[in-house]
């Protein structure tokens, strides 16, 4: 390697012997040298044992000189001359060690241990007590202590170190090690006792649960409660005390459960739940709902359940104020508990409560105004005021209650931004429910005025064509239109509204207006809207003097095809014709039959106009129909003389505009666009099929590729002609139709 830099390797194939992992470790295995073992040394007499003796004592007292705070290096030589059976000298290194690190847990259980090994229990129980006096809160020396003394059958001692250790008040395992002492010599009332010191010293809820669980497994049920009682008597009321005490009011009613005192048990629930706020009792209210599940009523368990969904509910809303959809389901929650409770033939207190609690959440719902001046923020909050207001309206029948609501709601929607027509035209209706038809059309009335919409006109116009209003009805159409000419829908309302009344008159009027507008709304609708009215009255001329204007306007393909379309057809006769055949019920409606010739005349006008715009794709459009009409209404000559005038597909070389590069495109091209702009070029073609002709009679091939300009040679005199133009295909229960709305109202209105 040079400069650094790794060796360039010239030679990458594979070595002819491969070396795997398995066998590196194995060599490495065989070439490892082996540890050094020291001798091993064997006694004959006590001269060789006391010289072995001092040659390790020496090692042992150099090793301690070098590293006295060594603790591992004492206990090493302490066990050392224990296991040589002297224990004075093991005793002397122990205290040794004591006076350097006398705070040392592990150089106290390791001289215990050595001296109980060597059955020295007095000097045993003389160390542990040394220890827990120097150590009272290392809980390993009083386990190792209260162990002994039972071990050793002296419960009295055992007792009497508890005693020591629990005037130092230890963790909860110490009280429950000395529980459980007394518990295995059935001495239960002075565990009973320790429980009572226990909750004095630690006065938890887990510790009254203990206690209590502890009395009702030996039987003493009313000591039980007693203690239950006493522990909620120490918690008090207070709200934080009260939901630190969930756990001592759970076990309370589970164990009155398990005694089969399930009213004790609701009782106790219910008090719990009653002090406590919704957002802070979830697992008791799952524990309560579990208990009436199993050993409630229909009503007890609904209305647990309903309780539950509440604290659900209030979180959901603490956390975000404005989320609508939880204000819409925490509503109806609450409105189906009312209905229940009418179902269940509820007293009128209690019907008043939830009712209270209907109006409760929906006050505090319309109180989370949306921010900012955006119509979007609005559209879920405003179904909170309809559903407030129908609730008024449906369940309670305060009426006057209703109105003010949708007043308010008025005066809360900023209608110089934006509006929300729903909102009046549900106002107008409940005012049409109250009878009063003057107050429903004042109020639509202020709302076109302050803020026009075309759902504001909708609405008041179905308001007054269901009261058979029609005179208003006319009256908001020419203020609709006047307010928004461009919109041909309106038009067309209007004249379908004057239909269904029989003035023609005025049907032609509204139809002649509106087709005069110069910047119409999709001018299609209209224009198919009139000509589908003359059509059904059987007036062809003024439904053709129509497609004649709408050619001159727009002179679109669709307008021609529809208009050939038109001729060929049969129409209904006209209204006179139709009058007179009435009498007979039986009869079909008298139709007029169409013309065919007119058609055709049509589809070549057609055909002349597209070719002199240029049109070529439409033209190919125009003569797919063209050929559709003729193998229905016409000869084989006809089809084969449209057939002729089919283009082809041929590909030419065009100089690209932007790169000035020549590339390929597609064209379509027709035979008398060919023969009448290169004449030499269609004279050459007609040869060339003449030629594919007789060889296709002589082989039997047949010809498909110049098809189109076969037929063209074959009627050299034929000279299509047509126009264009364009036309278009045209197209009460109050709380369901707002839950409708409601879930679609991220739309527009």
Request: net charge negative; proline share 3%; hydrophobic share 35%.
């Amino acid at each position: 390697m040079q400069d650094g830099r790794a060796p360039r390797i010239k030679n990458r194939a594979p070595a002819a012997v491969q070396i795997t992992a398995e066998q590196l470790l194995r060599d490495a295995q065989e070439r490892q040298e082996s540890q050094f073992r020291a001798p091993k040394q064997r006694v004959e007499d006590f001269e060789e044992l006391h010289e072995y003796r001092g040659r390790k004592r020496e090692e042992f007292e150099k090793r301690i000189r070098q590293t006295r705070s060594s603790i591992k290096e004492w206990l090493q030589y302490a066990n050392w001359e224990a296991s040589q059976g002297e224990y004075a000298r093991a005793r002397s290194v122990f205290e040794r060690a004591l006076d350097v690190d006398p705070r040392s847990v592990q150089l106290w259980l390791s001289y215990t241990e050595m001296e109980l090994k060597g059955r020295n229990v007095q000097h045993a129980r003389n160390l542990f007590d040394r220890a827990v006096t120097l150590l009272p809160r290392v809980d390993q020396l009083w386990y190792k202590y209260v162990y002994l003394e039972e071990l050793l059958g002296n419960v009295p001692g055992a007792r009497q170190v508890f005693e020591r250790w629990m005037q130092w008040e230890p963790d909860d395992k110490a009280w429950q090690a000395y529980i459980k002492l007394e518990q295995r010599y059935n001495e239960l009332d002075r565990a009973s006792a320790i429980y009572e010191r226990w909750v004095a010293v630690r006065p938890e809820p887990r510790v009254w649960v203990k206690w209590g669980k502890f009395e009702e497994e030996r039987g003493k049920l009313d000591k039980a409660r007693e203690v239950f009682q006493t522990a909620l008597e120490f918690f008090g009321d207070d709200e934080e005390q009260i939901e630190k005490a969930q756990a001592v009011f759970t076990a309370f009613a589970k164990m009155e459960t398990r005694l089969k005192e399930y009213e004790r048990a609701r009782v106790i629930y219910k008090f719990a739940l009653s002090r406590l706020p919704r957002s802070k009792s979830a697992a008791l209210y799952a524990a309560y709902t579990k208990f009436e599940k199993q050993h409630g009523t229909r009503s007890t368990l609904e209305s647990t359940v309903l309780g539950k969904r509440r604290i659900q509910y209030e979180e959901e809303v603490a956390h975000d104020g404005r989320n609508y959809d939880v204000w819409f389901d925490y509503a109806r929650l609450e409105e189906g508990a009312l209905r229940d409770l009418r179902d269940e033939g509820a007293t009128g207190e209690e019907e008043e409560r939830a009712t209270n609690r209907v109006r409760e959440v929906y006050e505090r719902a319309v109180a989370q105004v949306p921010p900012g001046g955006e119509k979007r923020h609005w559209r879920r909050y405003i179904f909170l005021w309809l559903y407030y207001a129908l609730f008024e309206e449906i369940e309670t029948k305060d009426f006057e209650r209703a109105r003010q609501i949708y007043e308010t709601a008025i005066r809360v929607v900023p209608h110089k931004q934006f509006t929300f027509a729903k909102l009046w035209i549900m106002f107008a209706r409940f005012e049409v429910r109250r009878l009063n038809l003057t107050a429903a059309r004042k109020i639509l009335g202020t709302a076109i005025g302050m803020c026009p919409k075309e759902a504001l006109f909708k609405g008041y116009i179905q308001l007054e064509f269901d009261l058979r209003e029609f005179d208003r009805v006319r009256t908001l159409y020419e203020k609709y239109i006047e307010w928004d000419p461009t919109n041909s829908a309106a038009w067309i309302k209007y004249a379908e509204l004057e239909t269904q009344l029989e003035d023609l008159a005025r049907v032609r009027a509204i139809y002649e207006l509106g087709v005069s507008q110069s910047a119409l709304s999709m001018p299609e609708l209209l224009w198919k809207a009139y000509i589908d009215f003359e059509t059904e009255e059987g007036e062809r001329d003024k439904v053709r003097a129509l497609y004649e204007r709408l050619i001159k306007i727009s002179g679109h393909v669709k307008v021609w095809i529809s208009y050939a379309t038109f001729e060929a057809e049969p129409i209904p006769a006209s209204r006179a014709v139709r009058e007179e055949a009435e009498d007979d019920e039986e009869a079909e409606i008298p139709m007029v039959d169409g013309d065919p010739v007119r058609a055709r005349q049509v589809f070549e006008r057609a055909y002349k106009d597209l070719k002199s715009k240029g049109l070529k794709h439409e033209r190919v459009v125009l003569l797919e129909i063209w050929k559709a009409f003729e193998e229905k209404y016409g000869t084989a000559e006809d089809v084969v003389k449209v057939q002729g005038m089919m283009p082809i597909t041929s590909k030419r070389r065009i100089v690209d505009k932007e790169t000035g590069q020549t590339v390929e495109d597609w064209d379509i091209v027709f035979a008398d666009d060919e023969r009448e702009s290169n004449p030499t070029t269609f004279k050459f073609l007609q040869m060339a099929h003449a030629w594919k002709a007789s060889q296709a009679k002589s082989g039997g091939a047949s010809a498909t590729a110049l098809s189109g300009f076969a037929a063209a040679v074959s009627n050299p005199n034929v000279q299509p002609s047509g126009s264009g133009g364009s036309g278009q295909g045209s197209s009460d229960g109050a709380r369901a139709q707002i839950d409708d709305d409601v879930a679609s109202s991220d739309g527009d209105e």
